[in-house]
């Protein structure tokens, strides 16, 4: 049998982190969840490569950017979606400089699961 | 053809203003009231170009009806009016134009030229005052929308959080429910309704924030609790600030309730931490703080518009940029803005003047480049004797001394008001403008100063902390209280300022002679000291 992909969502709401988690184990993703930034980079270290990693942009602590920027260096195998609902700049805004950074690819909230999905698949499968 | 309403009991003074107002050749549809029941029904009905009324009426006199439809909220009466009295009666003048009345008449001096020169008049005023009231509602409501637009970005965030729970978990109730194969958990499929409706409400209680803070409404004077207010404003801000931006709150508990209009404090409150967000493009730290604070007769005096008094206090600091020195007297102008076309329209911190003004608060600004900016609101506190400490005669006799204090602080206002305090107390003050000229003092003093009260950030001149780290080096005990309109919190990185040895402006005199006194007898003066002071 195939392995399952897993995947890490970092998002400090815990609504949408648990929502997007279960979205994809239905799917047949295996997820994990971190709140934040240094809670994501603690998890990969101490825990295991995820196959995808899933990150919100506007978080109090580490941030995203900072987050994409940190764990392309360390982990380059490692395929980044970043994750935004707008905030101070536009959604948009942020995202493009994710995708500069090295995220693989960007997606703006609401999210489209199905969407997720298939860019989880695309990138990792 | 005008409206006209003579208010007279005296049918031949009404004929007498008829007769006038025929000669002036003004079209005019003249209505008449012989007391003031029948005058207040007839006004409370109808508009009029202009009312004569006279001052006494059968039942009530003409100031009492005045009052009785004068809108304080507009300082307008329904119609236009002209009071007309007797000779020598100047406190009923005063009284009608108190309240509402644009002019007067003696009734002797009735004229065709003075009934037509008082009626223009009287419409005029009534006229500018209420275009005035107009362009002032659309300007706060304008000055509203600004900030909501400053929001918007925030709550999409927010929103687009709602929505992708909303949407996801609708998704996995739908395929759970769909997939024929499967069994159907029916509290798996709560749960998800759960946390649907538990999305969609915080979505409702987003809009309500939303409303609640556009809704049109005439300034109110209610009981807020200041606390709450900054906190909910705070949480509508927060996804506006950016992640870079650290936001902190440190409010003081006895800091409770104020008499103001809680739409525009949160307007104000927005103003400020948006443009506290705009001065820290690559993030820093933002910081909320109530305290109760007294701003005394001695402060006062510095301040012509300030009731001494206790005051609630709001600091709101940042870690930004400053304002730069040659700005800092406009940022409260209308119009005045520097931000580019489509960021701001100027009316932010104009309208933050005119609510605290409007509630008898005081704000003062203090800032420094390339460290950051304090903003203190001052709002009167409701119960004046409550909530401050007052110091007793016998704790402020122990308050004095003879010792030597030097003052460096470059704003003669603080510094005219410290050395006042001080001399009063009974102490020998130095002052001196600068860190430079401080120095020469000292050197001149041959040492001879028990205790520098310095301000950390002197401008033309070496900064308050560099300048003490020099007179250490020759005086290594000296006694230092350091001074600073910028909150204790924002002072943090630096590591000699303490909670002991710091006092922020504007101090009152209980809180400097405390402060002078418990540093000067802190480990009383050492005989090391004493050597060293002979040898220098």
Known sequence: MKEKLSVLVIDDEEAVRSTLCENLESC????????????????????????????????????????????????????????????????????????????????????DMEKLENTILELAG | MQQILIIDDDAIDRQAIKRHLGSTGIQADISEAESGEQAFDILSSKAFDVVFLDYQLPDTDGISLLRKIYNPESDLTPSPIVMLTGQGNEAVMADALRWGAQDYLIKSNISRDTLSIASRKARELFELKSNRKQAEDQIRQ??????????????????????????????????????????????????????????????VDLVKRLMVFTRQSPLSNEMIDIN??????????????????????????SASAIQADAGQFESALINIIMNARDAMPQGGKLMIETRIVELDEQYALSCPNVKPGNYIMVAISDSGSGIPREIIKRIFDPFFTTKSTGKGTGLGLSMVYGFIRQSNGHVQVYTEEAHGTTFKIYLPCKNQASNIKQLNAKHENELTGNETILVVEDDSNVSNAAITILRYLGYRVL???????????????????????????????????DFIDEVRQFYPDMKVIYTSGFMKTMLDDYKEINEKNFLSKPYSRDQLAEKVRSVLDEGEVSDERKAIRTRY
């Open chain 1, 28 to 111: 047949g993703f295996e997820t994990y969840e971190a709140t934040d930034g240094d809670e994501g980079v603690e998890f990969i270290q101490h825990k295991g490569r995820p196959n995808v990693v899933i990150t919100d942009i506007i978080m109090p602590k580490k941030e995203g950017i900072e987050t994409i920027r940190e764990i392309k260096r360390r982990y380059p195998t490692i395929k980044l979606i970043a994750i935004s609902g707008g905030g101070r700049v536009k959604a948009t805004d942020f995202l493009a400089l994710a995708e500069k950074l090295g995220a693989d690819a960007v997606l703006s909230k609401p999210i």
């Open chain 2, 228 to 253: 709450q207010t900054i906190q909910e404003t705070c949480s509508l801000v927060k996804n506006s600030l950016g992640p870079m931006v650290e936001l902190n709150l440190n409010l003081c508990d």
């Open chain 2, 431 to 465: 002052h001196a403008q600068s860190g430079n000229v401080g120095m020469q003092v000292i050197q001149k003093a041959k040492g001879d100063i028990d205790l520098i009260l310095a301000d950390v950030f002197l401008h033309d001149s070496i900064n308050g902390l």
């Open chain 2, 142 to 203: 304008m000055q509203k929308l600004d900030a909501v637009g400053l929001l918007t970005s925030g709550v999409a965030h927010d929103f687009n959080n709602l929505l992708t729970v909303i949407l996801g978990n609708t998704r996995l109730a739908n395929k759970r429910l769909s997939d024929e194969n499967a069994d159907i958990e029916r509290n798996d499929i709560l749960k998800k309704i759960e946390s649907i409706e538990a999305a969609a409400n915080k979505g």
